[in-house]
């Protein structure tokens, strides 16, 4: 598609950027036409159309807004310019608002180049399309004339798109239908419908067709002036501070698991050596000269018995009052709700 273009150019030098020469030209609303590096819909262009006078052939450089209002329009309708801003060369033929306009309303628009956004996830990049040698573009396009409730006469028009070059689809899947040479913009101006409408009405591919990234400020409509065709360099994620950061963090943070998941030789011996056989249970290491055997078992049962009886025969300076015990409630306890103590396991054994 074709939404925003830079036309800087004096409505004199339109007819000659059209590859128009030896023609009478006349001259209509110009004064209503400012040159700016960022049009849009809704602005005015100069604009190339044939006109047929006394004298013969000619044509003439006719300011008209951007964005097509069809002349069937309502008188007390609100023109919406951003509607048909563009038209698909594939389906003009078949629209009424276009077909019509097809014998006898086709004209040139002439700028030094257009705007096409590249999406990028929620981020989109503006480029600024030209041609190498700095020479206009030469747009195919339709115009149409609508009255208003008041009666006055508005000249609109639209551009043609067409799928997009083999060397810009990586950028958008649309472009606008290019006239490169003095002979496209002849048979388009001047020609009768025919099948050789057709053939002009087909993608770019002539090798001085080129681009470069500008700011992104260019989304702005009131965005202006020579900084919108200014090149800037784009930067890759390498290049990035913060993805160098977090490409160093992502490189510890692989080492930190590769060593978790993968345990050093020593590591793994350890390891091996504290779970018995693989049984699954952990043998806690061994500070003195061997285990202990039975004997030490019942030395240490006897030692804690003799513990139990010191404390009963003391008396408890620390104990707390305890207090009474309610007549309507008494808890009994039973064998399920005794703690089971170190003389019980003991027992067991």
Known sequence: ???????????????????????????????????????????????????????????????????????????????????????????????????????????????????????????????????KDGQPLVFAALYDSWRNFEGEILYT?????????????????????????????????NGPPSSKLNALLQPYEGPNLVWYPVMPAMGKLTFDGPECIKEIQLKSDREKPISKFFSKRGTTDEIKEHKEVHPSAEEQANAEAAYDGGSGIKIEPDVSAGSPDTSEKSRMKQEYEEFLVAADSKPNIYQLPQPHASPAKKHSFTDRDKQSTLLSYFGKS
């Open 157 to 189: 028009f639209t551009i043609l798109t067409t799928t997009s070059s083999s060397a810009l689809d990586w950028l958008h899947d649309r472009m606008p239908v290019i006239l490169g040479d003095e002979s496209s913009t002849s048979i388009w101006l």
């Open 1 to 131: 598609m074709c939404g925003r273009a830079r036309c800087t150019l004096r409505p004199d030098d339109v007819p000659r950027a059209c590859h128009l020469s030896d023609v009478a030209v006349s001259h209509v609303d110009v004064d209503r036409y400012r040159p700016s590096y960022n049009v849009s819909p809704g602005s005015y262009l100069p604009v190339v159309r044939r006109e047929d006078g006394i004298d013969g052939y000619g044509v003439a450089v006719h300011s008209m807004k951007w964005g097509l209002v069809p002349s069937f329009s309502k008188k007390d309708e609100k023109p919406d310019h951003y509607r048909m801003f563009n038209a698909r060369s594939e389906s003009i033929c078949e629209k009424a608002s276009f077909r019509r306009l097809i014998p006898k309303n086709r004209c040139l628009i002439a700028v030094e180049g257009f705007y096409e956004w590249k999406k990028d996830g929620s981020k989109k990049q503006p480029y600024y399309i030209h041609f």
